[in-house]
C-alpha cells in the first residue's frame, strides 16, 4: 500500500476496531505496531465482557450496552471475514448473593434491568442448585444475566487483524504514518500524554491471570469474589484478575496471582485440581476520568485517539470503532461528552 486514508498507530483491540470499521466504509487503512498485534493487554486470556450494573444509568454504562447488543453481528462479521475463530460467546454470567442484603440490591438491580435493558437482555434472581457449573451461594440464590459474553483475546485480536488484512488493509511494525491518524498505544501512550500535560491524563494498571485446563465450553461465565472465571470454547477456564497500580515487571507474575488462584479454588471448588496452563501478566490503559478516551487527540493537532479501554476494551470496541470511523472518515462526531479526551485533562 503506497498510501492510506487513515493510520492506526497500535494494534491492539481499540486500534484494530477503529481499522476495522475504517476499511468496512472502504478507506485505505494502514495499522502500526512495532510490537505487533496484540502485544500488549489485548492479548491476554481472561476476556470477560462483563456489562455494568443496571442502575445509577449513565452514558459509559448505556454506551457499553449499546456495543454488548451489536457484538454478536460485529464478531461473526469478523469471523466470516477472516475465517479464524474469535472465542466469542454470549454466555451470560452467575454470581452468588451472599445474604439478605445482597438479595435486596439484586431485586432492585433487577427491576432497572428491566427498564434500562429494554428486553434485549435479563437480569435475575434464581435458585442455586448447589452442584455443577456454578458458583456457591450462601443464601440459595444467584444472579443470572443474559448480557454478559466472552471472547478470547489472542483469537479475537489474530482474527480482527485477518479481516482488516482481507478488506485490503495493511498491518506492519515500522512506517511513516499516512492520511488521518488515529492513536490507540495503550498505557504507554496515556503516559505519553501525561508527560505533555501539566497533570495525570492517565496510567497503566497491571492484571495478573490464570488460564486453568478445565472444559466448561458451553457454560455461563461464573463470578465471585472479585473473580471473573470464564469458560472459553476451547477447553480452558480463564480466571482473572488483580489490579496494581504500582508495579515494577509488567509482565511479570508473582505470589499475587498465587492468592488470586488460592481465592478461586475457595470461591468455585469446581475447579479444584485443575492444571495452570498459563501465568500472564499485562497492563490496561487506565485513562484518570477510568473511561475510554475518544475523539480528537488533545495534543497532536488534526489526529484523533482512541485509549483507555480499562478492563471494558472489548465490550466496548465494536460500538466505539463504529463512532471513531464516523469522525474520522465523515466528521460525524458521536462521542459521548464522558469519553473526551478533555474529561481526562
Known amino acids: 500500500m503506497a498510501t492510506a486514508d487513515v493510520t492506526v498507530m497500535g494494534a491492539g483491540v481499540f486500534g484494530l476496531s477503529v481499522a476495522y470499521a475504517c476499511a468496512l466504509r472502504g478507506a485505505q487503512v494502514r495499522v502500526i505496531d512495532p510490537a505487533g498485534v496484540g502485544a500488549g493487554a489485548s492479548g491476554g486470556i481472561v476476556g470477560a465482557l462483563a456489562p455494568h450494573v443496571p442502575e445509577q444509568w449513565n452514558a459509559k454504562k448505556a454506551f457499553q450496552f449499546e456495543s454488548l447488543i451489536v457484538a454478536q453481528a460485529f464478531w461473526d462479521g469478523v469471523q466470516e471475514r477472516s475465517g479464524l475463530a474469535t472465542g466469542y460467546r454470549r454466555s451470560g454470567r452467575l454470581q452468588p448473593l451472599v445474604d439478605d442484603a445482597a438479595v435486596t ?6 427491576a432497572g434491568a428491566t427498564e434500562l435493558w ?4 435479563v437480569w435475575e434472581i434464581i435458585p442455586a442448585t448447589g452442584a455443577g457449573w456454578e458458583p456457591p451461594s450462601a443464601s440459595g440464590l444467584m444472579v ?13 485480536v489474530r482474527a480482527l487483524a485477518s479481516a482488516v488484512q482481507a ?7 515500522d512506517g511513516a504514518p499516512d492520511g488521518r491518524v488515529v492513536w490507540a498505544t495503550g498505557w504507554q501512550g496515556l503516559e505519553q500524554m501525561t508527560a505533555q500535560h501539566h497533570r495525570l491524563v492517565g496510567n497503566g494498571v497491571k492484571g495478573q491471570a490464570l488460564l486453568l485446563a478445565y472444559d466448561a465450553a458451553g457454560q455461563p461465565q461464573l463470578f465471585a469474589d472479585a473473580l471473573h472465571i470464564v469458560p472459553h470454547d476451547d477447553g480452558t477456564v480463564a480466571i482473572g484478575s488483580t489490579s496494581e497500580r504500582e508495579f515494577d515487571d509488567p509482565s511479570g507474575t508473582d505470589a499475587q496471582l498465587d492468592a488470586v488462584h488460592a481465592r478461586a479454588l475457595a470461591a468455585f471448588p469446581v475447579l479444584e485440581g485443575a492444571k495452570v496452563l498459563e501465568r500472564w501478566a499485562g497492563v490496561r490503559p487506565r485513562s484518570r476520568s ?11 493537532g488534526g489526529a484523533f485517539v ?3 479501554g480499562f478492563k471494558i476494551g472489548f465490550g466496548m470496541a465494536p460500538l466505539m470503532g463504529e463512532v471513531m470511523a464516523d469522525l474520522v472518515l465523515e466528521g460525524v462526531d458521536r462521542v459521548p461528552d464522558d469519553f473526551r479526551a478533555a474529561r481526562s485533562l
Do not use: Y
Not at 440490591?105 to 433487577?110: F, K
Not at 443470572?144 to 479475537?156: E, K
Not at 478488506?167 to 511494525?173: A, M, Q, R
Open 105 to 110: 440490591l439484586a431485586q432492585a438491580r433487577a
Open 118 to 121: 429494554q428486553d434485549k437482555a
Open 144 to 156: 443470572r444475566d443474559t448480557l454478559s459474553a466472552l471472547v478470547h483475546p489472542r483469537q479475537a
Open 167 to 173: 478488506l485490503g488493509g495493511e498491518i506492519v511494525t
Open 290 to 300: 477510568r473511561a475510554p478516551m475518544l475523539g480528537h487527540h488533545p495534543f497532536e
Open 306 to 308: 482512541a485509549n483507555g
